[in-house]
DNA sequence: TATGGTTTGATAAACAGTCTCATTATCTCT
DNA sequence: AGAGATAATGAGACTGTTTATCAAACCATA
């Protein structure tokens, strides 16, 4: 099985000239605080709701005094050009993640809430020709299996 | 391929009296407000958010005069014990639909909401390789293609 | 049908996410 | 580097969804 873990696929600096070229196509301006939330997004392993990401840029950067609705105005910019990609969580929110990374699905334990990630060529194969099948424009796709990971079977 | 469309697997007598033997088990009461929500959800066709069942048992039912809060209590105590089941759609919140069907994935459009159903084989059986693989119990899962339906294409 | 715990509707409150707008920052052109 | 044009920002008001509170109504049981 093709099944595996993923990992970043891109040097930061890459990442970062990527963007600074996106902005200026776009006549869009590069600032500090998209610069901030960028990085943050990168160097964070984990999925990030837009409240835990306005919290570690505070706490990182307390003199750029980033306001919440950049934090939302810049994620939602950053999905429009797939360089984000979230997860929904009901009432509970939306959780991003940089996109920088191969297409992948998510496993969640539902005693611990540890999200992990994975590939699959057979269900990415599949689900283009269900699409088709229904004539359907597929613009995404998610997949979660929920249960309980290894480590929550032990304790 | 095996993908197809889901149906019904259950009367709504034979749903009732599973309900009221769930009541019954922990205690709860059969109230009026319940029955209808129950009865509203199986007689849909749709995905219903709260808002949306709300409206449909108070044009049915007037006199009901059920209260938005009670419906959400119930599609939670219905979820909690796996009668119904939710989508979520990010800040746009969930919709809701009976669990009383085979278990089926969902294909949604994102310019008109509308959700169709769909099994497939093929995925359901990678799921439980992938699950095996990781070491992971798995509880449930889910599978949503994102996209643009026929319908919407041609307009 | 009386009793006691449950459920209810109304409404307040919490919450995430969006919008507005005056101020600030960035970019481009010179 | 400076100026002008325009985009982006932070603060906070606002929206829509979901949850909590509580007195009154209801249901199951005896």
Known sequence: MSTSFTERTIEYDKLLADFKALLKEKALKFTNQREKILETLYYSQE???????????????PELNAGIATIYRTLSMLEDNNIVSSLSFGAQGKKYELG????????ICTKCGEITEFVDD??????????????????????????????????
Chains 1, 2 share one sequence.
């Open 122 to 155: 057979v269900i990415e194969d599949q689900q283009h020709k269900i699409a088709e099948k229904f004539g359907f424009k597929m613009q995404d796709h998610s997949m979660q299996i929920y249960g309980i990971c290894k480590k929550c079977q032990d304790n």
């Open 100 to 107: 920088a990374k191969d297409h992948h699905d998510h496993m």
């Open 47 to 61: 999925h990030l709701t837009p409240e835990a990401l306005h919290q570690l840029i505070k706490e990182k950067y």
